[in-house]
DNA sequence: CGCATCCCGTACGGAGGCGTATAGGGGCTG
DNA sequence: CAGCCCCTATACGCCTCCGTACGGGATGCG
């Protein structure tokens, strides 16, 4: 028989549990929020269990990066990677990233904390990688490297700048059905147009 | 003669000194860093003072929102907003506003922090502000009103990643002059064609 | 069942921040 | 120059968090 241990407290946690959690609480109230006696109340345990999974706090800022870094990059982009006319898998982007990312304020709140080393790198690595992957498809898509480098910035900056306001206020993005509709038409029209 | 009382120790402060430091220290660290005994160490007195001022951090944390608020909005608007030309008054945006803000991190270090009350509102005002006028410039260009409101956020939010990719990752930018000045030309070409 | 290993609970010391109380110094005014 | 008011220094208690020490319960295995 299964082990059955529930999800409430009382059940032996893992690393991979406290990594869980801080991911939440990263997202909620910034690197701040990874800390080590509050999470332990969220897990409903201690912080005798923290430190024999963890060496210190450093230790699980280094693990919630890098678990972040691996569901950004990897899963997103291979969620799309399989469209094979280019310009499907840009307006597949354009539709899926939003939906799966808007709502997650991790990517907006670490920028606060872009001191912290370990946080810039991992920023560094994430939007070059997102970059990248944007510039191949206009290359696809026929633009010159250069002008498909601009956009793939342009293009990516608009983004970043959505996910930005939805949390600063996001009372003047579109909000209706058939408004976000037109929107986001609008956007690909003129991100996208040539002359 | 002039009071003379130079920049060094010793010299009596004002409500307006704690609240400048509290500008600088909240563009470096964040939030977190417009605490009262840091700034005082920093202002080299003490927290005697600051409670002489203030009522509490949350005092601060007002006036410090307060003052930024004004810098921005009113500052950068009024600055640029005695061109006649709409067209001109938006290049003259695009050149400008980056110019000064794009070393200015408080933007990008706040959203981070948008569960603070006042912080959420302080965002919200000054983002509709600055939409609000990007919408009216582009009315002026001959917009209907939808689609300049589109057109708005959507410049909104490019500028918005912009400043954050700055902070983010600055490497991705183009750094060169003349590779800035292509990349502004693509910019204003895509975000303001008209088939 | 007995026992070793794994994991957690608890208690402690230290650091840093908030807010208060209170004494005192320095400059302005008469 | 005397006194008063404005401002600052210092000391204190409290809270929250980090990290360590160590005791002890649970769990799997023979």
């Known amino acids: 028989m299964a082990k059955d241990q529930g999800k409430g407290a009382g059940r032996r946690l893992t690393a991979r549990d406290w990594v869980d959690e801080a991911l939440i609480a990263l997202g909620e109230g910034g690197l ?5 006696e509050p999470l332990a109340k969220r897990l409903k345990t201690t912080k005798g269990s923290f430190y024999w999974h963890f060496a210190n706090r450093e230790a699980l800022i280094d693990a919630v990066l890098q678990r972040w870094e691996e569901l950004n990059t990897e899963g997103v982009i ?9 310009e499907r898998r840009l307006r597949n982007l354009f539709k899926a990233v939003p939906a799966a990312t808007d709502g997650d304020p991790i990517e907006v709140v670490l ?34 490297a250069d002008e498909a480098r601009r956009r793939a910035v ?42």
């Open 32 to 36: 701040a929020s990874v800390a080590v």
């Open 111 to 144: 920028v606060g904390s872009v001191r912290h080393p370990q946080v810039a790198a991992a920023l560094r690595r994430v939007t070059e990688r997102r970059i990248d992957y944007v510039t191949q498809i206009l290359a696809e898509l026929g633009f010159p």
């Open 154 to 195: 342009l293009i990516y900056t608009s983004h970043l700048g959505q996910t930005h306001l939805m949390h600063a206020a996001p009372d003047v993005l579109p909000a209706g059905r058939d408004d976000r509709k037109r929107y986001l038409e609008t956007v690909l029209e003129v991100l996208l147009h040539r002359d």
């Open 78 to 86: 291979t969620a799309v990677n399989d469209e094979p006319d280019p």
